[in-house]
C-alpha cells in the first residue's frame, strides 16, 4: 500500500495544473463523504434510559429533590 509520503511526492511531480485538479478531486470526495454520515436528531434519543425509572412515581421524585435542596 501506498504512504502518504509516498503520495506527496508523487504529487510534487505533478504540473501545477493537475495539482489543481487532484485538490479538487480530492476536495469531492471529501464533501460526499461528509454528506453520506447520517446526520443523527435529538428525538433518536427518545425512550432511552425509561426503564431505570420503573415503579418511581414521578411527583414524589420531585418532592424528593427539592426536598434535598433544603438540607
Known amino acids: 500500500m501506498t504512504t502518504y509520503r509516498d503520495i506527496c511526492c508523487q504529487v510534487e ?5 493537475e495539482q489543481w485538479q487532484l485538490l479538487e478531486a480530492l476536495a469531492a470526495i471529501v464533501r460526499r463523504r461528509m454528506t453520506e ?7 433518536g ?4 434510559g425509561k426503564d431505570i425509572w420503573h415503579g418511581i ?8 429533590e427539592r426536598a434535598s435542596w433544603e438540607r
Not at 511531480?13 to 495544473?17: A, I
Request: hydrophobic residues 35%; glycine residues 4%; proline residues 8%.
Open 57 to 64: 412515581e414521578a411527583q414524589a421524585y420531585v418532592d424528593q
Open 13 to 17: 511531480e505533478l504540473t501545477p495544473d
Open 37 to 43: 454520515t447520517p446526520k443523527r436528531s435529538i428525538l
Open 45 to 48: 434519543l427518545e425512550g432511552l
